[in-house]
């Protein structure tokens, strides 16, 4: 028989919005079945309609969505940027790079690459299981982000492989993370937190109510 998982309780949080008038809420439902598991689904929403057209939710503040699409644009343009490097370094490099990473000790490469996670334990029982290094290798390039960027022109370095393309697309990245630093930071000033006015629990399931 399936278990079937019930409304337990849902807990609210209502705070003010930015024009005033309205709110804009957060809501945990937690479910619970006969054997004590537990599944808590959230919900946020702007409840004020003039706020709702002008705003977006983030984290627990308000921001305005002119703010935040010029954030976005931003954080796009560094993870395409980043996109099409990996692309074109995997493609050349690959080989010389994975000779290169799998023949120094696993102690190195986990520093060289600022792998954060998992620990260095974890991360030598990764590489010596059957095909782990070329697992590992492909796990902690496989994003498209700052780090990977990072650990692919590191090793590059390493290899002492110059390529103008690759160091012209690198010096123009760091200019689009310098810019996307900025935006994200003058959207911290636009953020819009709320005074919270409602903290409470509610046992009436929100598909009956
Ligand atoms: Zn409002």
């Not at 709110?23 to 409840?47: A, C, G, L, M, P």
């Not at 969505?65 to 976005?72: E, F, G, I, L, N």
């Not at 792998?115 to 299981?129: L, M, Q, V, W």
């Amino acid at each position: 028989m399936a278990n079937k998982m019930e409304h337990f309780k849902t807990e609210i949080r209502e705070y003010r919005c930015a024009c005033g008038n309205g709110n804009y809420t957060f809501k945990w439902h937690t479910y619970r079945d006969n054997y004590f598991s537990e599944d808590v689904i959230s919900q946020k929403e702007i409840e004020c309609p003039v706020c709702k057209e002008t705003h977006y939710i983030q984290d627990y503040s308000l921001v305005p969505k002119a703010v935040s699409d010029k954030t976005s644009e931003a954080s796009n343009a560094v993870k395409d940027l980043c996109q099409i490097i990996k692309d074109y370094a995997l493609e050349h490099y690959r080989e010389p790079m994975f000779k290169y990473i799998s023949s120094i000790p696993a102690t190195r490469w986990h520093s060289l690459w600022h792998i954060g996670s998992p620990a260095i334990g974890t991360f030598r029982k990764d590489i010596n299981a059957t095909n782990g290094k070329e697992a590992t290798f492909n796990r902690h390039l496989s994003g498209s982000y700052e780090s990977t960027i990072y650990r692919i022109m590191v090793t590059l370095e390493k290899c002492n492989i110059e390529d103008l393309k690759l160091a012209n697309w690198n010096d123009d990245l760091q200019v689009l993370i310098q810019k996307r630093n900025e935006v994200k930071e003058l959207e911290n000033g636009y953020l819009y937190k709320g005074q919270l006015l409602r903290d409470y629990t509610s046992y009436q399931d929100p598909k009956l109510s």
